[in-house]
């Protein structure tokens, strides 16, 4: 994907934005939208300061992801305006000069320090729907974050256009190539850290412009979900790997997990080889019109039916299903949107207005609610986890009999196992973006 296509989808992206703005300021009873890039924040009782993360409701418009005390504004029938903070700075490298294919598309202002965006404001402070972090505010423009204006951008965040899915690929060009390096680095003996090294190096990518922590896990820290402690020095034995990592690209993730087995002709691989088949499976529900509480029951019975398949439960899926025991395997959800985050909103509006859609009993941890619309995109992640925990609680548990504890026990060692996708819905067949990006480095 060129400069040159993101230069002719922008346009579509930005009046989009505006037509969204427009409804949503009419709803709020608000005459102008301003949104402040955000602000640097201190540790307390020192001058280090963390990590930048610009406003998501700001680099929606346009892509700045490194300018803090900027704001958008926008008033409808006027051309939106960017207030770019460009200070004089001899401690900080001063962001470079406005420049790109968005640019001609917006009145850009200048600003020198943050309190200079005072002067290019609307006169009424009061009129203003403020999109943002307290922090940002500046004299009387104080972010309020209105009810009706935020659920009604958040609801319709899900729909992304063709320049936003066009940022996103991008992304996925850099997360693939990380990963590739990644699994090479597994295979050369590389400690956890030195396999996050090797991914951020291949995607070019700090860990903090990454659009989260990477979760690089060996043996059996691939049954820690959210593992992120990274060991310096390899196991004696290795025996697999799981790396749940993303990369970004101008404010846009994307999110990718693979799982491998050293030992590519044994049994966890094979096991491996079978979840990656039911991820395709799983992937090809992602269709307009779905219910995406549906594709994760089904995502449950996929995976219940390869640990009956594979002798470790002795139980029909649909019981398993039912009774809960797969998710003390699959405890997670399926999946979420994203975009501009890499959880990004939207996933249990009920409506414009709001509302929330509950997930379904017994499943907590689904991030996505909603029926899927043609350009939503939304991940799949299925997995079979040998978590102490949670294994723990099942042999406590009154279907404890049914599972061959044996084969649980073998297991282990080896952590679990998720495989994750990034889809976009259409109106016909889904497209797989993590799947095409990967075989174009083939």
């Known amino acids: ?17 505006q037509s969204l703005a427009e409804r949503a300021l009419e709803r709020g009873g608000f005459a102008h939208l301003l949104v402040p890039s955000g602000t640097i924040h201190y540790h307390l009782f020192d001058d280090r300061d963390y990590p930048y993360a610009v406003n998501p409701q700001f680099k929606a418009w346009a892509p700045l992801v490194r300018n803090p005390g900027s704001w958008l504004v926008y008033t409808p029938g006027e051309r939106p305006k960017i207030l770019y903070l460009q200070p004089y700075d001899y401690w900080h490298v001063v962001p470079d000069a406005p420049s790109g294919y968005w640019v001609e598309h917006f009145d850009v202002v200048v600003i020198r320090t943050p309190e200079e965006a005072l002067q290019h404001l609307p006169a009424e402070a009061g009129r203003c729907a403020i999109l943002g972090e307290a922090s940002s505010a500046v004299g009387d423009y104080t972010p309020n974050n209105p009810a009706a204006v935020v659920n009604y951008l958040e609801y319709h965040r899900a729909v992304k256009t063709d320049y936003e899915i066009a940022m996103m690929r991008r992304a996925t060009e850099h997360g693939v190539r990380a990963h590739r390096a990644a699994e090479r ?26 659009p989260y922590g990477n979760i690089v896990g060996l043996n059996e820290h691939a049954a820690v979900l959210h593992y992120t402690e990274r060991d310096r020095v390899p196991p004696r034995e290795i025996r697999s790997f799981l790396i749940d990592a993303g990369a970004s690209h101008d404010g ?23 979840v990656d088949a039911a991820e ?20 449950h019975l996929e995976m219940a039916t390869i640990l009956h398949q594979a ?36 996933g249990f509006l009920a409506s414009e207005e709001g509302g929330r859609i509950e997930p379904p009993a017994g499943h907590p941890y689904l991030r996505l609610t909603r029926r899927l619309e043609p350009g939503a995109v939304v991940t799949i992640e299925p997995g079979i986890y040998f978590a102490e925990l949670l294994m723990k609680e099942l042999a406590e548990g009154e ?7 044996d084969r649980v026990d073998a297991l282990r060692p080896y952590g679990g196992i998720r495989i994750e996708d990034e889809v976009v819905c259409t109106d016909g067949d889904p497209v797989n973006m993590t799947r095409e990006g990967f075989a174009a480095l083939d």
């Not at 994907?1 to 934005?17: E, G, V």
């Not at 680095?185 to 990518?205: D, K």
């Not at 395709?280 to 995502?299: E, F, K, M």
Request: glycine share 8%; hydrophobic share 40%; aromatic share 10%.
């Open 252 to 274: 846009y993730a994307c999110d990718i997990t693979r799982t491998h087995a050293y030992d590519t002709t044994g049994e966890f691989q094979q096991l491996i080889e079978q």
């Open 399 to 405: 279907h404890a009999g049914a599972v061959n504890w």
């Open 311 to 346: 002798g470790i439960v002795d139980m029909a899926p649909e019981s398993m299903v039912e009774t809960g025991v797969s998710a003390k395997f699959f405890p997670h959800g399926i999946g979420h949107y994203i975009g501009l985050q890499v959880h990004d909103v939207g």
């Open 1 to 17: 994907m060129s400069t040159q296509d993101l230069a002719s989808t922008y346009p579509a992206h930005l009046a989009r934005m």
């Open 280 to 299: 395709l499976r799983i992937c090809d529900r992602v269709r307009a019109g779905t219910d995406y509480a549906d594709v994760h029951l089904h995502a």
């Open 185 to 210: 680095a597994f295979r050369a003996g590389a400690s956890e850290f030195g396999i996050h090294l090797a991914y951020c190096q291949a995607a070019r990518q700090d860990a903090n412009d990454l």
